[in-house]
């Protein structure tokens, strides 16, 4: 019983982070393809006799190892961090300032009896009703 439910929380977890953990994946893959072009190029330029530009190709292969191993810890570690919930375009992020601030004492009467009124949703309203 303890194996099916550990069994199913893997699963769900891989299902839900199945975009992220694609990336990650692709780039541990770049690891070991860096590593297998790494070795066919020093092979390559030991034969030809261009040894001059070994040099290049080590700092090459390890530039592309540890920016691909430093992502995938990244998307790793902010794999649980809850996104922050897109705000629609009309709507601003910023507050109103103080100045932008309207006080109660410039509203007119109704306007100030909307304040203080019940909102009620469609559905209270249809309840009302029957």
């Known amino acids: ?10 699963w769900t977890l891989i299902y839900r982070f199945r975009r992220r953990l694609t990336i ?3 780039l541990l893959s770049m690891v070991l393809l860096s590593q297998w072009i790494y070795g066919d190029i020093v092979e390559y330029l030991k034969l030809s006799g261009n040894v ?4 290049y190709v080590l700092v090459g292969k390890w530039t592309v190892i540890f920016s691909n191993i430093a992502l ?4 790793i570690l902010t794999m649980f961090r ?7 375009k ?5 507050k109103p300032s103080d100045q932008e601030r309207i006080s109660v004492d410039t509203l ?4 100030r009896s909307f304040l203080t009124r019940k909102l009620r949703s469609e559905a209270e309203i249809l309840m009302d009703k029957k």
């Open 82 to 88: 809850k996104e922050e919930k897109r705000e629609k």
């Open 90 to 94: 009309g709507k601003s992020k910023e």
């Open 72 to 75: 995938s810890a990244y998307l």
């Open 52 to 55: 001059a530009y070994l040099s």
């Open 108 to 111: 007119s009467a109704r306007e």
């Open 1 to 10: 019983m303890v194996r099916q439910v550990r069994s199913l929380i893997l």
């Open 24 to 26: 990650v994946v692709v």
